[in-house]
T-cell receptor, first 116, second 109 residues
Framework: ETGVTQTPRHLVMGMTNKKSLKCEQH?????MYWYKQSAKKPLELMFV???????ENNSVPSRFSPECPNSSHLFLHLHTLQPEDSALYLC???????????????FGPGTRLTVL | GQNIDQPTEMTATEGAIVQINCTYQ??????LFWYQQHAGEAPTFLSY??LDGLEEKGRFSSFLSRSKGYSYLLLKELQMKDSASYLC??????????WGAGTKLIIKP
């Protein structure tokens, strides 16, 4: 399954590092999402880019910064992270039709992030 | 608040049937999704229900009762490859997905 790809698959970084996660979707979708998945917790939506709008979860710290240069690519820029940010970061995409959100989201395999 | 409840872990035997329950409390409701996630892999879409009733898709079926805020995923003729986590997610009135923490299903020979 190569509809949504993410790189890198694994990342270890120190608290003072700056790194970026990359996501690419090959499905022709018009919406992309970043999620955080921690063990035994629900998926936490971080950011959505949809129909040229950005929606963010207000509880996400500013040390996470998204960038969506076009409808196929999504980045998550990371800086001065904390150990509690260690988690699986999932990217997803969907085809949104205006006024409806019942679109199915397709996920990438995720980046396993460890912050030391 | 909005909440999804599903069991943390279930165990079943190869060849048997298992039912994974999910209850939801959301501000409005626009449907319910089930996803499967194998360890270290992407969640993959299984089903979407918005009307009451049972929808069957091969060995997997999904049921919804809107009046009870309840859904279940039924897996028949279990195979070892069905060992995975199963995620339940409800769409609220703003079309935001509210996710459960997932049910880890362990299949034993």
């Amino acid at each position: 399954e190569t509809g949504v790809t993410q790189t890198p698959r694994h990342l270890v970084m120190g608290m003072t590092n700056k790194k970026s996660l990359k996501c690419e979707q090959h499905l022709g979708h018009n919406a992309m999402y970043w999620y955080k998945q921690s063990a035994k917790k629900p998926l936490e939506l971080m950011f959505v880019y949809s129909l040229e709008e950005r929606v963010e979860n207000n509880s996400v710290p500013s040390r996470f910064s998204p960038e969506c240069p076009n409808s196929s690519h999504l980045f998550l820029h990371l800086h001065t992270l904390q150990p509690e940010d260690s988690a699986l970061y999932l990217c997803a995409s969907s085809q949104r039709t205006s006024g409806s959100g019942t679109d199915t989201q397709y996920f990438g395999p995720g980046t396993r992030l460890t912050v030391l | 608040g909005q909440n999804i409840d599903q069991p943390t872990e279930m165990t079943a035997t190869e060849g048997a049937i298992v039912q994974i329950n999910c209850t939801y409390q959301t501000s409005g409701f626009n449907g319910l999704f089930w996803y499967q996630q194998h360890a270290g892999e992407a969640p993959t879409f299984l089903s979407y229900n918005v009307l009451d009733g049972l929808e069957e898709k091969g060995r997997f079926s999904s049921f919804l009762s809107r009046s009870k805020g309840y859904s279940y995923l039924l897996l028949k003729e279990l195979q070892m490859k069905d060992s995975a986590s199963y995620l339940c997610a409800a769409l609220d009135s703003n079309y935001q997905l509210i996710w459960g923490a997932g049910t880890k299903l362990i299949i034993k020979p």
